[in-house]
């Protein structure tokens, strides 16, 4: 399974960006992907996630209102649309996936499968 995350940069508090995901060779019937960020100094913490099956999200509650998770046309393909940046989104982002179908397994940190990051910067 490889994955491959886009989209970081750049922007100024209150703007938006939307990072992408396109996860190849996930074969399983049934998984999550999901969306986990680091901050400088900081440990890796869960942002967003999406149950393939059902479409059921879930949401840190850091940035429920602001953040969505949604997921492509294409099989496999995972977006983050980030509205009303604030300076502690700064973080690199990374999507993950797996064989996940419960709650309390879906928003933790135990992805077998996890893409190289993004950089999103919130500065003025």
């Known amino acids: 399974v490889q994955l491959q995350a886009s989209g970081g940069g750049w922007v100024q508090p209150g703007g938006s960006l939307r990072l992408s995901c396109v996860a190849s060779?996930?074969?399983?019937?049934?998984?999550?992907m999901a969306w986990f960020r680091q901050a400088p100094g900081k440990e890796r913490e869960f942002v967003a996630a999406?149950?393939?099956?059902?479409?059921?999200?879930y949401y840190a509650s850091s940035v429920k209102g602001r953040f969505t998770i949604s997921r492509g046309n294409a099989k496999s393909t995972v977006f983050l649309q980030m509205n009303r940046l604030r300076p502690e989104d700064t973080a690199v982002y990374y999507c993950?996936?797996?064989?996940?179908?419960?709650?309390?397994?879906?928003?933790?940190?135990?992805?077998?499968?996890w893409g190289q990051g993004t950089l999103v910067t919130v500065s003025s």
């Open positions: 060779g996930l074969t399983f019937s049934n998984y999550a």
């Open positions: 993950a996936a797996d064989r996940l179908t419960i709650q309390s397994t879906i928003v933790q940190d135990g992805y077998n499968y």
């Open positions: 999406m149950r393939w099956s059902d479409r059921n999200t």
